[in-house]
């Protein structure tokens, strides 16, 4: 077994071989490869890897000026998974490159392990986010270092290929934050209890792990965002764009639902605000989006 240390932060998790593997370093089909990778944005910015999460990893061969084509087998790497175990990075497969030819290095999480095309790769955020485990199985990150080259010793031998990864999400945060408007007071405001409903998006998406592009699909629905006080509420999107004047925010205070109504454009790896007011006497609520 290849065990590949981590050196987590915050922002940067680090792979690094711990065992080397019993190989000829001299033999340039069998350079291992060496992994740094980092978080750049994700909807756990402040949070590290858990015991337990797996990740994907793709490497192709440079054709020429290019990388190859991702393919769904027949890669340098196929999708091979590796597993945190608290300190430690570990996978049941070598990952062997070449010294004579430049890489490519795709990675993605969660793991999955049956991906029929890494071009088409079908996910879904959770239509209930309203459930922490649920917002949390919603995130997605992806990475790559699209030009490997190989490290040299003094004795002109290859010794490693260095990918260096910088993973974000290409998914939209979307923070939701409520204000009390004409009919109530403070006291009314804190007493009443509020809920909210994101209408009109996509919950699917087909990704590109060979680009991390992510295309919405399938029909539009409803997702129901996570609350993290009283009056805020956070929910992870597709990017898309929702066409103006729709309905797009349900919000429901002491039993009585409130519409605004809006169009937007959740783009990729970013956060934006819904900031609204509610207005009791006219059963209204202002706002705006960014």
């Given at each position: 077994m290849k065990k590949v240390l981590a050196s987590v932060a915050i922002a940067s998790l680090l792979f690094s071989c711990s065992e080397k593997p019993d190989t000829d370093k001299s033999d340039s089909d069998r350079i291992p490869l060496n992994l740094s990778v980092t978080i750049k944005w994700s909807k756990d910015t402040d949070k590290n890897?858990?015991?337990?999460?797996?990740?994907?990893?793709?490497v192709v061969n440079y054709n020429g000026s290019n990388p190859d084509v991702l393919?769904?087998?027949g890669n340098l790497a196929d999708n091979v998974r590796f597993i945190y175990d608290g300190s430690d990075w570990n996978t049941n497969e070598e990952v062997f490159l070449t010294g004579d030819n430049a890489s490519a290095c795709y990675v993605y999480y969660?793991?999955?392990?049956s991906i029929a095309s890494p071009t088409e790769y079908?996910?879904?955020v959770q239509k209930d986010q309203s459930?922490?485990?649920?917002y949390d199985a919603s995130n997605f990150l992806w990475g790559e270092d699209n030009y490997i080259?190989?490290?040299?010793?003094?004795?002109?031998?290859a010794v490693s290929k260095e990918a260096s990864i910088s993973t974000e999400s290409p998914l939209s945060l979307v923070k939701i934050i409520l204000q009390p408007g004409n009919g109530f007071t403070e006291d009314t405001w804190n007493a009443v209890i509020k809920s909210v409903r994101i209408s009109g998006v996509k919950t699917s998406a087909i990704i590109n792990l060979s680009t991390g592009f992510v295309t919405a699909t399938g029909n539009a629905g409803e997702i129901i965002p996570l609350a993290t006080s009283e009056d805020k509420f956070e929910a992870i999107m597709i990017p898309q764009k929702i066409a103006d004047n729709s309905r797009i925010v349900v919000i429901n205070v002491d039993g009585i639902?409130?519409?605004y109504y809006s169009g937007a454009?959740?783009?990729?790896?970013?956060?934006?605000r819904f900031v609204l007011t509610i207005n009791k006497t006219e059963n209204t609520v202002d706002g705006w989006f960014v």
């Open positions: 890897f858990q015991t337990g999460a797996e990740i994907g990893v793709y393919k769904s087998k969660p793991y999955t392990s079908l996910f879904s459930i922490k485990e649920n080259d190989v490290s040299w010793g003094k004795d002109g031998i639902d409130y519409f454009k959740f783009e990729a790896a970013r956060a934006h």
